[in-house]
């Protein structure tokens, strides 16, 4: 049986030998939409060991950085500094939850670095953790959004995690980089609490909340939450979004909590969940 796996193996990295980061790229989104595709646990597992390697093998090819992988079952977000890009999926998992992969290539000759979910460590809503690449709280990447505090250079990550059957997520997560490229994630820039790291929303499954940046204003928008009923306070997956508006407005290198913002209203729909499923329309009143 080893001797059949190295074999395999072996088989398949000479397929990786040798090619273009294009080819790479494509065979990429190859392995993700087998992996997508899969009938059972174990296939899944099997094309995302395969889609690991493509991906290693893609960021160790010289001028991968500048092909885009295309494929919408993968996200491949780029700073707008253009210091970097975070590459990000994840795999179905019992009880409705997802683990989550990631890889973060730089755009200098930084080693690239690999993200390990270590989500099941934390309580629900991990405030006050400082985490780093091995124990990274997992979620897709949809906007980066740079900027400085206290003379450092740190990044504002939003993001969605599929928690579980009952609810969603969605995180503003805060990451900085030491000059070797070593990420650390949460840092203590939020105003209306001190010692918070990161900020998470919890809500209701069928429930849509809007987490978006508003360059013009710097701020980030976010949908008002609220528990269906006063007696389920606390318990996160029965909040849904009211018709009322909060913010993080970013002064002096502080994201300063603001209520009742006053919004655009506009409909837009962005990738949520990776299983295919559309995002519930929204009412008008959502910012962009």
Do not use: C
């Not at 993700?32 to 093998?57: C, F, H, P």
Request: net charge negative; hydrophobic share 35%; aromatic share 14%.
């Amino acid at each position: 049986m080893r001797i059949t796996l190295l074999l395999f193996f072996l088989f398949e990295a000479s397929l990786f030998f040798g090619q273009s980061p294009t080819e790479l790229a494509a065979k990429i989104a190859h392995y993700k939409s087998k992996q997508v595709e899969a009938q059972s646990q174990s296939g899944t597992i099997s094309y995302n060991d395969s889609l690991v390697r493509a991906v290693k093998q893609f960021l160790n090819t010289e001028d991968s950085y500048e092909v885009k992988i295309e494929t919408k079952f993968l996200g491949d977000l780029r700073s707008p500094d253009d210091e970097f890009r975070i590459i990000t999926w994840n795999i179905p998992e019992r009880q409705g939850s997802f683990t989550y992969f990631a890889f973060i290539q730089f755009e200098d000759d930084r080693p690239w670095v690999q993200l390990h979910d270590g989500s099941d460590q934390y309580e629900s809503r991990p405030l006050y953790k400082t985490m780093n690449a091995e124990n990274w709280y997992g979620a897709l990447y949809y906007e980066i959004i740079p900027f400085k505090s206290s003379g450092k250079e740190y990044y504002a990550l939003l993001g969605w995690d599929g928690n579980s059957n009952m609810s969603n997520k969605k995180v503003i997560e805060i990451a900085h980089f030491d000059k070797k490229g070593k990420p650390t994630f949460g840092a203590q820039v939020f105003s209306d609490d001190k010692l918070k790291n990161r900020v998470v929303f919890e809500f209701k499954k069928d429930a849509t909340l809007s987490l978006r940046y508003h360059e013009d204003d710097e701020r980030i928008v976010f949908n008002h939450l609220e528990p269906l009923n006063p007696e389920m306070e606390g318990i996160y997956s029965f909040y849904v979004p009211n018709l009322n508006f909060d913010a993080y407005q970013l002064k002096k290198g502080k994201w300063e909590f603001v209520e009742n913002v006053e919004v655009i209203m506009e409909t837009k729909s962005i990738f949520h969940d990776p299983r295919g499923r559309k995002e519930p329309v929204k009412k008008p009143g959502n910012p962009k």
